[in-house]
């Protein structure tokens, strides 16, 4: 047992995620915790088997009723009113010390008195809160009038469950600014894990740019084929969504849709383009720094957790050989055709051991450092509010 969970091991400890239907972001939080505190039991909504890495297997995976409907690991989203039902439901009774993964509901768990909640939000539910308006207008008629009794509800029970959490982290400032707006409760930044270790600078760059991720609508894909239709430059997109077909419609020859690829191609993608576009707003944004762990800079629509993950160059501030990328705004077409033009201008000033460099910040160790000194922060300080055997003070 490594030093960092030797502090923890007189605890009983529950990892309580959303919902495992798919394998991504979220799911790279979930086994990092998991391998931080690997006697933790892991509590979920719906799983789905076929999903499960087996990082978690080796944990105790509970489910909540949800599970034992028909077909509620395909339509897990159309129960969002029984979230909370399913959430209290599960039984917590026996652990020490919970840790929440909130992008969906997962902090609205109910725990002893005297137990340690922490929440790490990767996003308040965005469908219920700042994005309800366009999930809404996606919507027909009939689904659309329910979204609106249900999120309004939600609303009430997601505000109210967010004062049983004792202490909020969040992925991103961004995140942060949202937790504070929507929750009114302050948190710690603690950015999340990606895998970066894995990622050489090549030293062959072709003429290509790219992007990468699922095509949906705040991916903001759009923006991206309107300023290479209008430039001529080739843009290479991975990913599948439901837009695809619309997407490549609007397209021109000169850009190119890659679908679904493993993960070795995509690695392959991103050794050797130009740089990285990255058009939509987003919480945190593990793309972009995927793209700098290879020493690409990134073009990036400067709002969002780019921000905190994007280098800019700044006239009279800081140049392109200590940048990682170029942030544009507004968000639109011709804010990102200048911007790359201006790449192109500054682009063999930039430095790729530099860009990587910074983007060794972001590695899984860092977050397992900065997460396991943050709960034994979090239970030294509640310490001093509580007799309970297991918050004696814990070693550093």
Avoid at 163 to 172: L, Q, Y
Avoid at 185 to 208: G, M, N
Avoid at 336 to 362: N, T, V, W
Wanted: proline fraction near 6%; charged fraction near 20%; include cysteine.
């Amino acid at each position: 047992m490594t030093p960092a969970n030797h502090k923890f091991a007189n605890l009983r400890i529950a990892l309580v995620h959303y919902w495992m239907v798919n394998h991504g972001g979220g799911e790279r939080v979930l086994e990092a915790l998991a391998e931080l505190f690997p006697h933790a039991d892991v509590f979920v909504v719906v799983a789905d088997p076929k999903t499960v890495s087996p990082e978690i297997l080796r944990h105790r995976l509970k489910t909540s009723f949800l599970q034992h409907i028909p077909g509620s690991v395909r339509y897990y989203r159309h129960f969002l009113p029984l979230y909370p039902i399913a959430l209290e439901g599960l039984d917590l009774s026996s652990y020490d010390l919970v840790i929440s993964h909130e992008s969906g509901p997962a902090k609205g768990v109910i725990t002893r008195p005297d137990a340690l909640h922490i929440c790490y939000c990767s996003s308040p539910m965005r469908y219920i809160w700042d994005m309800s308006a366009e999930y809404r207008n996606d919507m027909n008629r009939v689904t659309r009038s329910i979204f609106s009794v249900a999120s309004n509800y939600m609303r009430m029970w997601d505000f109210v469950s967010a004062s049983r959490v004792d202490h909020f982290v969040a992925n991103s400032n961004f995140v942060a600014s949202r937790i504070t707006k929507y929750y009114r409760r302050e948190c710690t930044v603690i950015y999340p894990p990606v895998d970066v270790s894995s990622a050489l600078v090549s030293s062959t760059t072709d003429d290509y740019y790219l992007m990468v991720g699922r095509l949906a609508r705040y991916k903001r894909v759009d923006l991206a084929i309107a300023a290479f239709n209008e430039n001529g430059r080739c843009l290479r997109i991975v990913g599948e969504g439901p837009l695809r077909r619309s997407l490549q419609k609007q397209a021109r020859s000169n850009i190119y849709f890659l679908g679904r690829l493993s993960d070795h191609e995509i690695r392959e993608q991103y050794s050797r383009c130009r740089a990285l576009v990255f058009p939509g707003q987003e919480d945190f944004g593990i793309v972009p720094v995927e793209a700098q762990a290879f020493g690409k800079p990134v073009i990036a629509y400067g709002a969002g957790g780019a921000l905190d993950t994007v280098i800019p160059v700044q006239a009279g501030i800081n140049s392109a050989e200590f940048a990682t990328g170029i942030l544009f705004h507004p968000q639109d077409p011709a804010a990102l055709a200048s911007a790359i033009r201006f790449f192109e201008e500054q682009e063999g000033r930039f430095r790729p051991d530099y860009i990587r460099s910074h983007a060794l910040q972001f590695s899984v160790g860092e977050f397992k450092r900065k997460i396991s000194k943050h709960v034994a922060d979090c239970a030294v300080h509640s310490a001093a509010k509580s007799s309970v055997p297991w918050k004696s003070p814990i070693p550093a």
